[in-house]
């Protein structure tokens, strides 16, 4: 069956670097826009960054253009959301999605990310 297993989340002081990690398997990954989602407690679940199935488009939302980059590695089947300049309001559990053409698509069980002094 699919699965989609993101790791690398940890607490990081303001300011800090993470590296987001999300392996997939069970699909065939390179059919597959890759997207980053985060929700904060009491908030809606929030698109992050977005990444085509090739790698040659990417999106962000505002409030982290500059500071995160998404991409991915077709050959291992994993995206990655590299995320610098750490702020507190960054603290969320951080979602990968996957999606096809056909509008299906699969979640993983998210990674808390706490940015805290």
């Known amino acids: 069956q699919v699965q989609l297993v993101e790791s690398g989340g940890g607490l990081v002081q303001p300011g800090g670097s993470l590296r987001l990690s999300c392996a997939a398997s069970g699909l065939t990954f390179s059919m597959y826009a890759m997207s980053w989602y985060r929700q904060a407690p009491g908030k809606e679940r929030e698109l992050v960054a977005s990444?085509?199935?090739?790698?040659?488009?990417?999106s962000y939302v505002d409030s982290v253009k500059g500071r995160f980059t998404i991409s991915r590695d077709n050959a291992k089947n994993t995206v990655y959301l590299q995320m610098t300049s750490l702020k507190p309001e960054d603290t969320a559990v951080y979602y990968c999605k996957a999606i096809n053409y056909r509008r299906v698509d699969y979640w993983g069980q998210g990674t808390q990310v706490t940015v805290s002094s």
């Open positions: 990444i085509s199935s090739a790698g040659g488009s990417t």
